[in-house]
Nanobody, 118 residues
């Protein structure tokens, strides 16, 4: 059974930092593209960042230069380092795994809430 478990969310002040983690189990982690998405209240879920199996990264324009995605294939974990946080970063952050072989398959975590407020 596949599980993606996010952690590290919470309350941060504007300008502060948080580090999210997503621990995976039940998948061949190093064969999956991993990503972080977020959904703010009343808005659609949107891409934050992705990292390929060769650690090529992609970021939404709104987070470029502030957020960094990374992965540890031994620990089967993907991270999102968030710096210079803004109130508009407030959202539920979700981890996603996309299989790179065979039929398309994706898995989602249940999300972790990030609130940026003074």
């Amino acid at each position: 059974q596949v599980h993606l478990v996010e952690s590290g969310g919470g309350l941060a002040q504007p300008g502060g930092s948080l580090r999210l983690s997503c621990a995976a189990s039940g998948i061949l982690f190093d064969t999956y593209v991993m990503g972080w998405y977020r959904q703010a209240p009343g808005k659609q879920r949107e891409l934050v960042a992705t990292i390929t199996t060769t650690s090529t990264t992609n970021y939404a324009d709104s987070v470029k230069g502030r957020f960094t995605i990374s992965r540890d294939d031994v620990k089967k974990t993907v991270y999102l380092q968030m710096n210079s946080l803004k109130p508009e970063d407030t959202a539920v952050y979700y981890c996603k795994a996309d299989r790179t072989w065979g039929p398309a398959m994706e898995y989602w975590g249940e999300g972790t809430l990030v609130t940026v407020s003074s």
